[in-house]
């Protein structure tokens, strides 16, 4: 997600009736949250949590020093190389574990958010700036176009990228239009093997899409809604994902709202969410510091069970990686940040030719 503006921040009064509404309003079951005993008194969702279980001390894997930095997307590659974007220098860069060393992959990376690599090793991207999605061999360099139109339009900047065990890519894209007849609003999509492109999800009944995932058993997709301006949403969708690629039986497993919604996300190989949310520090929009700054492991359920806390704004996004898959890797406005787990992250299986 790239830095926004929006309504002038609320006071500290209307953000605390906004919050104690919002709980009155969701289940603790169905948003993960603590219930409301008391109407007057907020209950702290950071307490009691299972932190060390999950999550070891966060550490600093390097810093990115340029004009502008504002770090997104990480993916790791088969041999264990990072790669992420900065955003506002149109840069991917790739950060080397064991050689501790931070390299340029690609200039002019038409503003490339989200990153993915699939099993064959090649480098997906979505490329907001040209509103497309991309494919990179790593060997080659040659990239191609996977789509970059919907109803003769172009995306609205695509920001996030997941892959289904058929071969199937999910991606989102915002901020786009109200208007259907001016351009392509903000929605989610599907990209067949075959270059179909099927829209799966848009404006009104998705707010603004961000980071999207699947579970290890292929059969729930989850989806941030993160949308900065006050009465929409922010908060963690999930899906029933059908075996032609469709998506039914909508629900909200997490609340974040009034704070800071999550952002990009990854999964464990137990169907755990480590969700990138939250700010330190308000900014001109009516989110509230109600959701901490950091890294939110979210179990299936919807219980927030552990809680790291990452060193500045913005946290944005992360990804698994590590010879034995439990080193997670974080992005957060100039640091690429790293975090060993107990359990294993889920990776493509990566092709052995």
């Known amino acids: 997600m790239n830095p926004t503006t929006g309504r002038t921040p609320s006071g500290n009064r209307l953000s605390r009736r906004l919050f104690l509404n919002t709980l009155a309003a969701v289940s603790a079951s169905s948003s993960g949250w603590c219930a409301v005993q008391n109407p007057n008194q907020k209950i702290d969702r950071y307490d009691k949590l299972e932190s060390r279980n999950f999550l070891g001390p966060v550490q600093v894997e390097t810093r990115v020093h340029n004009t502008q ?5 990480p993916a790791v590659d088969r041999s264990g190389n990072v790669y992420f974007t900065n955003v506002p220098m149109e840069q991917i860069l790739k950060w080397d574990p064991r050689r501790k060393k931070l390299t340029v992959y690609r200039e002019k990376s ?61 991606f989102t894209s915002r901020p786009g239009v109200e208007d259907p007849t001016k351009g392509n609003p903000n929605a989610v999509y599907r990209i067949d093997p075959d270059g179909r492109v099927t829209r799966l999800l848009c404006w009104p009944d998705v707010h603004m899409p961000n980071g999207i995932v699947i579970s290890p058993d292929n059969k729930t997709l989850y989806l941030i809604e993160a949308h900065p301006d006050a009465k929409h949403n922010r908060n963690i969708l999930a899906f029933d994902l059908q075996a032609d690629g469709s998506l039914t039986n909508r629900r909200v497993l997490i609340d974040f709202y009034p704070g ?94």
Do not use: W
């Open 110 to 170: 038409l503003k490339a958010n989200g990153l993915l690599f699939d099993p064959q090793n090649r480098l997906l991207a979505c490329e907001g700036g040209a509103g497309r999605v991309t494919r990179t061999n790593m060997a080659s360099g040659k990239r191609e176009v996977l789509a970059d139109t919907y109803n003769g339009f172009s995306f609205a900047a695509p920001n996030d990228l997941v892959l289904d065990n058929r071969g199937r890519l999910y």
């Open 260 to 353: 800071r919604s999550g952002d990009g996300m990854c999964i464990d190989s137990k169907g755990n969410l480590y969700v990138a949310a939250g700010l330190h520090k308000q900014r001109q929009t009516s989110e509230t510091l109600d959701t901490r700054p950091g890294v939110h492991v979210i179990a299936p359920d919807g219980r927030l069970v552990a809680y790291a806390e990452t060193p500045e704004d913005t946290i944005t996004n992360c990804s698994f990686g590590g010879p034995d898959g439990k080193t997670l890797y974080v992005t957060c406005q100039t640091y690429l940040l790293s975090i060993r787990t107990t359990i294993a992250g889920l990776r493509p299986t990566f092709a052995t030719s």
């Open 69 to 73: 930095v504002f770090t997104e997307g």
